[in-house]
Antibody, heavy 121, light 107 residues
Framework: QVQLVESGGGLVKPGGSLRLSCAASGFTFTDYYMSWIRQAPGKGLEWISYISSSGYNIYYADSVKGRFTISRDNAKNSVFLQMNSLRAEDTAVYYC??????????????WGQGTLVTVSS | AIQMTQSPSSLSASVGDRVTITCRASQGITNDLGWYQQKAGKAPKLLIYAASSLESGVPSRFSGSGSGTDFTLTIRSLQPEDSATYYCAQDYNYPLTFGGGTKVEIK
């Protein structure tokens, strides 16, 4: 079965860095775009970034552009989110999400359990 | 960015009721819309994709409709386990955007 397992969250000071990892299993990883989506405490969902199956096409939300970098290692079935210059407003649960695309468009079909990032001094 | 406006923001209904949640896009998105259910403390779960396609394993009491700018999620006969927050999201173009959510409570 499809599994997405995030890791790497934790407490970090403002201005600090953190690297999130997502280990994927149960499907052909190289067939799918992957995405990171976050949810601040008590708030709604915010799309952060996605990366194409090859890794060549990458998009970011304006709120993280220039600070966050998404990447993937298809040999290890993993996707990463390098987060630099962290701010208090980056505090959230970060979800790794699979994004299938077809003639019917794209959507977000499997979500990891999430990893909490807390930015605080 | 395309704005997604959901209504209502919350509702309370009884078991067996028919519940309707609407989502309006600030510009046309054809049918590139998904509906997601999030229970307290859990990750979101896909219910509907391409506006009206039921995700595998999702109960048939859930249905979606709409195209262009106006979309609807309907729960035909509300069940206790449907207590959750529901989000719409457009994946028509970058950036992907979510509605603000609708919290469904069981009376």
């Amino acid at each position: 079965q499809v599994q997405l397992v995030e890791s790497g969250g934790g407490l970090v000071k403002p201005g600090g860095s953190l690297r999130l990892s997502c280990a994927a299993s149960g499907f052909t990883f190289t067939d799918y775009y992957m995405s990171w989506i976050r949810q601040a405490p008590g708030k709604g969902l915010e799309w952060i970034s996605y990366i194409s199956s090859s890794g060549y096409n990458i998009y970011y939300a304006d709120s993280v552009k220039g600070r966050f970098t998404i990447s993937r290692d298809n040999a290890k079935n993993s996707v990463f989110l390098q987060m630099n210059s962290l701010r208090a407003e980056d505090t959230a649960v970060y979800y790794c999400v699979r994004r299938p695309c077809s003639g019917a468009g794209c959507h977000l079909d499997y979500w990891g359990q999430g990893t909490l990032v807390t930015v605080s001094s | 960015a395309i704005q997604m406006t959901q209504s209502p923001s919350s509702l309370s209904a009884s078991v067996g009721d028919r519940v309707t949640i609407t989502c309006r896009a600030s510009q046309g998105i054809t049918n590139d819309l998904g509906w997601y259910q999030q229970k307290a403390g859990k990750a979101p779960k896909l219910l509907i994709y391409a506006a009206s396609s039921l995700e595998s394993g999702v109960p048939s009491r859930f249905s979606g409709s709409g195209s262009g700018t106006d979309f609807t999620l309907t729960i035909r006969s509300l069940q206790p386990e449907d207590s959750a927050t529901y989000y719409c999201a457009q994946d028509y173009n970058y950036p992907l955007t979510f509605g603000g959510g609708t919290k469904v409570e069981i009376k």
